[in-house]
């Protein structure tokens, strides 16, 4: 089954604020304990989006409703570090969002978040601010990043080049993104070339 090539992500953005925003913010450890993602999403944010003592909404920003069905991230600097958990793309994968523009990412969250098809490409400190300021302003404005010539644009005239790892943009150019498909793809290549080595 050949992977759709991901060659540009438009959609609305929103701007979750603060640095090293870890994975288990992302999504708390006691919600791992599913057999597949499905219905992760509901939890993205979870212990931020919700005060623990009477489970109302806090003013996170994805409880605000100028943002609702936003499917672009913005962030800071070091954006999914912590525990390696797969869980934390996916939960923001299930939740809606497509992409993630931060100053830098965690490298696994990275690689993690490239096997979804979900680019995560970085930009300034000062582009992030400006496109912060842009949809605070206008919630309805539209970002596009095309990882085809390496920018992010947005409807009110930004432009900013964007950087992403060349290996993770050519893997979603080509829709070569996810290594188990890639494996399902080529099966009988495998069985072809396990059927010529001697110790298998």
């Not at 992030?128 to 919630?139: H, K, M, N, T």
Request: overall charge negative.
């Amino acid at each position: 089954m050949a992977l759709e090539k991901v060659t540009a992500v438009t959609g609305r953005g929103v701007f979750v604020p603060g640095a090293d925003i870890d994975t288990d913010r992302i999504i708390p450890a006691r919600f791992m304990k599913c057999v597949t993602f499905d219905g992760l999403g509901e939890y993205a944010f979870y212990d931020v989006r919700l005060d623990p003592e009477s489970g109302e909404k806090t003013g996170h920003p994805l409880n605000d409703p100028r943002f609702e069905g936003a499917s672009i991230l913005l962030a800071g600097v070091n954006f999914g570090c912590g525990s390696s958990r797969e869980h934390a793309p996916q939960s923001l994968h299930k939740y809606g969002f497509r992409a993630v523009i931060a100053e830098s990412f965690a490298e696994i969250f990275f690689g993690n978040s490239t096997t979804l098809g979900m680019p995560c490409v970085t930009l300034s400190a000062a582009a992030i601010e400006e496109l912060r300021a842009a949809i605070e302003a206008d919630p309805s404005l539209e970002i596009t990043i095309d990882l085809e010539v390496g920018k992010v644009t947005s409807g009110a005239g930004h432009s900013f080049a964007a950087c992403i790892p060349e290996s993770a943009r050519d893997a979603l150019l080509a829709g070569r993104w996810d290594p188990i498909q890639e494996l399902l793809d080529n099966v009988d290549r495998i069985e072809a070339t396990a059927s010529g080595l001697h110790y298998v």
